[in-house]
């Protein structure tokens, strides 16, 4: 019986640092990105980016750089 107010106050202890801890949230302002975060999948893709020239053996020309933002 004795560890029951130690169980209480540890339990005490987490609920008011999750209420502090929601309030700096709160305030910090970042409960108001999840709205915009949860629409996010719902956006159009952006368009597909142009091949670059060949040419007549059918490769990319290696005398100019990539400009791919995926290729480094």
């Given amino acids: 019986m004795t560890i029951v107010p130690l169980l209480l106050f540890c339990s005490l202890l987490l ?3 999750s209420i502090v ?3 700096f949230s709160a305030r910090q302002g970042d409960c108001h990105e999840a709205d915009r975060l949860c629409l996010l999948p719902l956006e159009d893709d952006p ?3 142009a091949a670059e020239p ?3 053996s ?3 020309s290696s005398s100019a ?3 791919s933002p995926h290729v480094r």
């Fill in 54 to 56: 060949s040419n007549e």
């Fill in 65 to 67: 750089p990539s400009s």
């Fill in 15 to 17: 609920v008011v640092g």
């Fill in 21 to 23: 801890l929601f309030v």
């Fill in 47 to 49: 368009p597909p980016v």
């Fill in 58 to 60: 059918g490769t990319p």
